[in-house]
């Protein structure tokens, strides 16, 4: 059973209902829609409509992801020139429409440090800041180029006034709430209370939908710890990262990040060019497949596709790659090769009953050498908790919500189960072990774990039992 769950970001290339079907057979957990490429609203909610109604003949419950833009600053070409050329130690001026390289935004400078740089199309073309004027930066080019429409602009060592949420944000957060889509994803987060304009929209139409916080500057990387204490999860994003901070050090970020979500009990996202060369070819490179598999190595709930699904020429094989790839390292993983053997003992800082549930079965699935932990669930809490400590046994969550679901397909390990609640404890057994069952997922005669609370009353998860299927 997969436990690392992959994510395919929608677009040209897989929207069409055959291909939607096929990248749910081949081990697909989420879609995400990225809102920076999409305009056609009445198009999008036809295609979420027919990921739900594929997912539904399926019986596989499915996530959504709605990825915000945020204050992203690209190059704006007016329409009867779609590219400069750069010519390397030449002075150029960066600002709103009107200068030699256009921005499709104000500029308002706060702070620049010495030698501080520009960096254009994911770092591939690079000017030293000279001077900071009004309403634009005059620049020396550092190497020459071609830059094309759209292409994002990177100031790492400037601090500029933007806001934590655009306008057009503000749009997608309410159009996420219209679909119904399971999670929203932030981007450009800096500290914690860029969240809160989110929530306000969110409580306005009285919905809670989780936030994942995307983590791709250097003030994310040093507000870590309580971005992580006010956002529901959080996404690696390492193409602005890579450009933000020194492209050597993401490794060891990546790592760290990992293992901060997993102490956290968050879950965590490793995304941008982990199979990129499957845009155009239908075999990975070699060091793409190890990107993989280091990610799954150190702990990452889910691993994400972008234009490889949305533009590609391969979307369904590289979602079969990412399976195949999960499915031989985690047949590898124990606890000396695994991410949560480093963290397990800092994981033991019980502080409610979630958590003393959570590691016990976790303990007990350990020692027992089950298969299988069955948790009854109403939020998902407890199942996003559990998951978190990473047992070798698969997490299997009944929940009578089909939104929460959805909402964990994300979470590593989890299988979840949409099924009416029991009304008593013999009930509870006989019920779990007819899906375990009729889902192949336990053999008769194995033992597995229920762990659940008083039935019918929220917040209560405390009780644990070992049983035989039959």
């Known amino acids: 059973m997969q436990k690392t769950k992959i994510i395919a970001t929608l677009g040209p290339a897989c929207e069409d209902v055959k291909t939607i079907h096929k990248m749910l057979l081949s081990g697909l957990s989420v879609f995400r829609i990225n ?7 009445t198009h999008i909610k036809n295609t979420v409509k027919s990921i739900r109604q594929e997912a539904q003949k399926l019986d596989k419950p499915i996530s959504v992801i709605m990825d915000l833009g945020g204050p992203k600053i690209r190059v704006s070409l007016p329409k009867n020139n779609q590219s400069i050329t750069i010519i390397k130690n030449t002075k150029y001026r960066l600002g709103f429409k009107k200068y030699e390289i256009p921005l499709n935004t104000k500029i308002n400078v706060l702070k620049f440090k010495k030698n501080a740089t520009i960096k254009i199309d994911d770092g591939k073309l690079n000017f030293k800041v000279l001077k900071i004027a009004n309403n634009h930066i005059v620049a020396q080019s550092l190497n020459g180029g071609r830059i094309t429409n759209n292409k994002g602009v990177n100031f790492p060592n400037l601090k500029l006034q933007l806001p934590a949420v655009t306008n057009q944000d503000k749009t997608n957060v309410q159009l996420a709430v219209d679909l119904g889509v399971d999670w929203i994803a932030q ?9 809160y304009p989110i929530q306000r929209i969110l409580l306005k139409n009285k919905t809670n939908i989780p936030i994942i916080a995307k983590i791709e500057t250097s003030d994310a ?3 870590l710890d309580s971005i992580l204490m006010k956002y529901d999860g959080i996404l690696i994003a390492r193409g602005d990262l890579g450009v933000e901070m020194e492209l050597s050090s993401i490794p060891k970020l990546q790592k760290q990040i990992i293992n901060q979500c997993i102490y956290h009990k968050k879950p965590c996202i490793v995304a941008t060019q982990m199979l990129e060369s ?6 990975p490179t070699r060091a793409e497949v190890n990107d993989v598999a280091n990610a799954i190595y150190d702990g990452v709930d889910a691993i994400m596709l972008s234009a490889e699904t949305a533009i590609g ?19 590898d993983l124990d606890a000396s090769n695994f991410n949560r053997n480093i963290i397990d003992s800092l994981s033991t800082s019980i502080t409610n009953n979630y958590l003393a549930i959570c590691h016990a079965a976790y303990s007990i699935a350990k020692d027992l050498d089950l298969q299988i932990i069955a948790v009854l669930t109403d939020s998902g809490k407890t199942a996003i908790q559990l998951a978190q400590f990473r047992p070798n046994a698969t997490i299997v969550a009944f929940t009578p919500h089909q939104k929460t679901c ?37 053999q008769s005669g194995k033992f597995f774990l229920i762990t659940s609370g008083i039935l019918k009353i929220k917040n209560s998860t405390n009780m644990l039992q070992i049983y035989q299927s039959k």
């Open 35 to 41: 809102s920076s490429h999409t305009q056609n609203i």
């Open 187 to 195: 981007s450009f987060v800096r500290q914690p209370t860029n969240i």
């Open 278 to 283: 499957m845009i155009k070819s239908d075999t």
């Open 406 to 442: 959805n909402l964990l397909s994300i979470i590593w390990g989890v299988v979840p189960v949409y099924t009416k609640q029991p009304s008593n404890i013999n009930g509870l057994y006989s019920l779990v072990n007819k899906i375990l069952i009729k889902k192949n997922l336990i």
């Open 313 to 331: 020429h391969y979307p369904v094989e590289a979602v079969e790659m990412m399976s195949n790839i999960s499915a031989n390292i985690e047949a």
């Open 221 to 223: 990387i040093k507000n």
